[in-house]
């Protein structure tokens, strides 16, 4: 019996450890985009710049394998089983926005696009409005679990940040479009802008239903 | 021992099967219904609580029973029980929240009726103010624990998945609990009319010993987790809709109502230890699981804004305050009748 007692209280503490690595992994990826972005800015497809790709794969790649023990977990062992859809339509979530910075910065590898130096602080300050939003996004998520009162504080930052980019965003796409450069050139840019953009949108769009899985979550 | 006894006793045993099968679904029909706990899991732990509960604490209410009427020939206790369930049975079929209690309390009114016994108009007041008190005490003690739960949920700042792991362990104790709960409060509906008429002697075995009263309260227990096991599971399954939507933390907490209502009315060594502080004391009535349960829910209904509150459900339970023990007496009086006067049985003395 004391064995048993012992064998659920670990399994429950290893789950709980996966959950909140997993939002370590969306940190991670955060912080290495917005490096990685810098230096693509400075010294297009380095060495150093495939380094930091590699590592964002990596982390999604992480990121990939505790997502499938985690969701395997809650199923196998029946847990949470009212809120067990939420959690793991969260974990999904959260999970895309990991990919979405894998993808962008592959994108970057493979299109090179050449940013004219007068859009470099713009660029850097858009990815780290997003990179803010994924992060503000995994610690409102990271407290649905713990501490669901504070959720809304977070989902605020997230809200805000977000607009903010989206003005960052809209503001370079129009002196791109006002500049002399060629159609396609302004027509690349342009797209890779709003890739970069769209991760702090699809963090907002996981913040309003972490709101609703908040609500539920409340006695 | 004389067969026919067990012949009589079959009545009984019936209305404890239906008791099983109808009142489990409150102890652990949440627990399973939320999908927290499997049945045979939660069945098999009720069924052993249960049990322990009827043959160890169900003496107090069975004394109740007898002070309102003390059923002295076995076929008037047959037709008692008998009476009782199939009005209890009657009223399920309508969709009525019914109570075995209230069925019972009818059907022993029938026979003091039936055969000129006075009534004691003191202790069926006594009886009939629980039925009223139950729900009402069961809803209080459940707003109490949902903003007390509330509280602690906020402060803990528990994990998801660790809270999950506690609830489970909470539902399970609560199931224990309301098990032992139902059999210390509803075995004197079951087998309390039959205590006077019981060919049962104690029996030792080394240092443990169980009386007489015991024996038939064991025999009664076994009836409820016949029930519980055999159509228990139907029954959540029925009322299945009402119960998903309850979250694992409101389901321990209306059980955890009702168990602790239950207790109150059936705990002896409560009620001495009330005594002896001159505190006031609730008295030793059977109780309806299915109003305590209601109760509760209704109680964090209110606590949570009155949202989703099916006041309907009240004035069917208050319906069923008057119809459940009118019927049950009618029912009583005339197969009392007819069981004298068609089959030549001795029905009291």
Same mark, same amino acid.
């Given at each position: 019996m004391f064995q048993l007692k012992i064998s659920l209280f670990s399994q429950t503490k290893a789950l709980e450890n996966k959950i909140d690595l997993f939002h370590d992994k969306i940190i991670d990826v955060a912080m290495t985009f917005k490096k990685a972005i810098a230096v693509f800015l400075k010294e297009q497809r380095s060495l150093e710049y495939r380094k930091l790709c590699k590592q964002i794969k990596n982390i999604e790649h992480d990121a990939d394998g505790l997502r499938r023990d985690i969701e395997n977990k809650l199923y196998s062992q029946n847990l949470?089983? #009212?809120l067990r859809a939420d959690v793991l339509e969260l974990v999904e979530n959260l999970d895309s926005i990991i990919n979405r910075f894998d993808e962008v910065a592959y994108k970057f590898y493979i299109e090179r696009p050449e940013f004219p130096a007068e859009y470099h602080s713009r660029m850097k300050e858009l990815c780290e409005q997003v990179s803010d939003c994924a992060e503000n996004m995994a610690i409102a998520s990271r407290a649905f679990f713990r #501490?669901?009162?504070?959720v809304r504080d977070y989902s605020q930052k997230v809200y805000f940040i977000e607009a903010e980019s989206d003005l960052t965003s809209g503001k370079m796409k129009e002196s791109i479009f006002d500049s002399d450069m060629p159609l396609a050139n302004k027509l690349q840019l342009s797209g890779i802008i709003s890739e970069v953009a769209d991760i702090a949108d699809i963090a907002e769009d996981c913040i309003d239903e972490l709101l609703i899985f908040t609500i539920k979550r409340d006695v | 021992m004389d067969l026919s006894y067990f012949i009589f006793l079959s009545s009984g045993l019936f209305l404890g099967w239906s008791l099983g099968a109808n009142d489990a679904a409150n102890v652990f029909g949440t627990a399973v219904g939320t999908k927290m706990l499997k049945f045979r899991t939660a069945a098999t732990i009720a069924s052993l609580f249960i049990i322990i509960g009827a043959v160890f604490g169900g003496a107090g209410t069975s004394r109740t029973l007898v002070e309102l009427g003390?059923?002295?020939e076995l076929a008037g206790a047959f037709m008692v029980a008998l009476s009782a369930a199939l009005a209890v049975y009657w009223m399920v079929s309508n969709g009525t929240p019914v109570s075995t209690t209230q069925a019972i309390v009818g059907s022993i009114v029938g026979w003091n009726t039936y055969s000129h016994h006075i009534t004691d108009s003191a202790i069926l007041v006594k009886i009939v103010s629980t039925w009223v008190i139950c729900p009402i005490l069961s809803g209080i003690l459940a707003v109490c624990l949902y903003f007390l739960i509330k509280k602690i949920m906020k402060h803990s700042k528990t994990h998801i998945i660790r809270q999950d792991l506690y609830v489970r362990i909470g539902l399970t104790a609560a199931c224990a609990f309301g098990a032992y709960a139902l059999g210390a409060n509803n075995i004197a509906n079951v087998m309390g009319v039959f205590v006077d008429a019981s060919p049962f002697h104690e029996v030792t075995l080394g240092k443990f010993s169980l009386s007489g009263t015991q024996i038939l309260f064991f025999i009664g227990g076994l009836a409820i987790s016949s029930g519980v096991f055999t159509y228990s599971q139907k029954i959540i399954k029925t009322i299945g809709n009402d119960v998903m939507s309850m979250s694992p933390v409101i389901a321990w907490i209306v059980v955890i109502s009702q168990s602790l209502v239950l207790f109150l009315f059936a705990s002896q060594s409560l009620q001495s230890f009330l005594h002896s502080h001159g505190l006031p004391s609730l008295p030793l009535v059977p109780v309806s699981s299915s109003q305590a349960v209601i109760g509760a829910v209704i109680g964090i209904g209110i606590a949570k804004g !009155? =949202? !989703?509150? =099916?006041?309907?459900l009240l004035g069917k339970v208050a319906l069923g305050w008057i119809t459940t023990p009118v019927i049950s007496a009618l029912f009583c009086f005339i197969f009392l009748f007819v069981l004298e006067n068609v089959f030549n049985l001795v029905v009291y003395h």
């Open positions: 949470i089983p #009212d #501490d669901f009162s504070t | 003390s059923v002295n !009155g =949202r !989703g509150i =099916r006041w309907s």
